[in-house]
């Protein structure tokens, strides 16, 4: 059984930043951000691999954010900066018995509840 929790989230300043946490139990691999608004699909933020050597990025936060974990401590990080009013989601993590980093929501196969980011103006 595997347990993923983010948290991290929170309100935000245009230009700040915040690092979301993904603490997680239980056998799993590559791992992933995710976020979504209401009433729009989920969407990809970050991948990283099992190993942590390959991590990819959405277009939107490439060069804003960084992906990161921690095998030893179980936990998978996302540091935001310059965040902008267009970041607010909920930012869900993400767990894949893939090996591979992947961006494909369908990859996934363990999903947190999401921590809420909201980012004014």
């Known amino acids: 059984q595997v347990q993923l929790v983010e948290s991290g989230g929170g309100l935000v300043q245009a230009g700040g930043s915040l690092r979301l946490s993904c603490a997680g139990s239980?056998?799993?691999?590559?791992m992933g951000w995710f976020r979504q608004v209401p009433e729009k699909e989920r969407e990809f933020v970050a991948a990283?691999?099992?190993?942590?050597?390959?991590?990819y990025y959405a277009d939107l936060v490439k060069g804003r954010s960084t992906i990161s974990r921690d095998n030893a401590k179980n936990t998978m990080y996302l540091q935001m900066n310059s965040l902008k009013p267009e970041d607010t989601a909920i930012y869900y993590c993400?767990?894949?018995?893939?090996?591979?980093?992947?961006?494909?929501?369908?990859?996934?196969?363990?999903w947190g509840q999401g921590t809420q980011v909201t980012v004014s103006a």
């Open positions: 993400a767990a894949s018995f893939q090996r591979i980093a992947v961006k494909a929501l369908s990859e996934y196969n363990y």
């Open positions: 239980g056998r799993y691999y590559a």
């Open positions: 990283i691999s099992w190993s942590g050597g390959t991590t």
